[in-house]
């Protein structure tokens, strides 16, 4: 992961302050003398009481509410916790933020992070989010070229990518 990091030049990092991503942050940019900035922006999620349950539990013990959750799972709020679309509002504008300012940014945070920001800057409608699953560890590079928001892996496939409006 480093090496493939030090091939480019980079403004800056911006990391989840959760351990995994905080730490993941910190390995990557030891190796390219910055110093990943922790941004509660970009936190995983939070799914509230459910946070670290069993997915087969959650149904049997709450239908109603499992029920409402796969009826739109964008805007279902989590007991005790957030929804994708307050996640979205809490993580986009720190992205559309680093995109004005230009430059290429590292930023370590997580999937619903990710499934956000494809459905906010590239117009991906959210149940299709979740075709681009990055993996545990995985790595995607977000870029602004003029007026082009571009999303792609390592292996260079553009995984999404959005123009002038």
């Known amino acids: 992961m480093s090496l493939w990091a030090r091939s480019f ?7 989840s302050p959760l351990v995994r991503a905080r730490e993941t942050a910190e390995i990557i940019c030891s190796s390219l003398d910055i110093k990943p900035v922790i941004k509660e922006e970009l936190s995983e999620i939070d799914l509230g009481y459910w946070d670290g349950r069993e997915k087969t539990d959650i149904p049997r013990e709450y239908p109603r509410l499992w029920e409402q959750r796969e ?4 805007s279902f709020r989590y007991p005790g916790g957030e929804s994708f679309a307050d996640l979205e509002a809490r993580a986009v504008p ?3 933020s680093l995109a004005v300012k230009g430059g290429r940014w590292l930023i370590v945070s997580h999937a619903g992070v990710f499934r956000v920001m494809l459905r906010n800057l590239f117009g991906i409608p959210f149940p299709e989010t979740f075709r681009y699953d990055p993996e545990y560890g995985g790595v995607l590079l977000f870029e602004k070229e003029g007026e082009t928001f571009m999303a792609r892996g390592l292996d260079g496939l553009r995984i999404a990518w959005r ?3």
């Open 163 to 165: 123009g002038p409006a």
């Open 94 to 96: 720190l992205l559309r």
């Open 9 to 15: 030049s980079w403004r800056g990092c911006f990391c």
């Open 71 to 74: 009826k739109d799972l964008y």
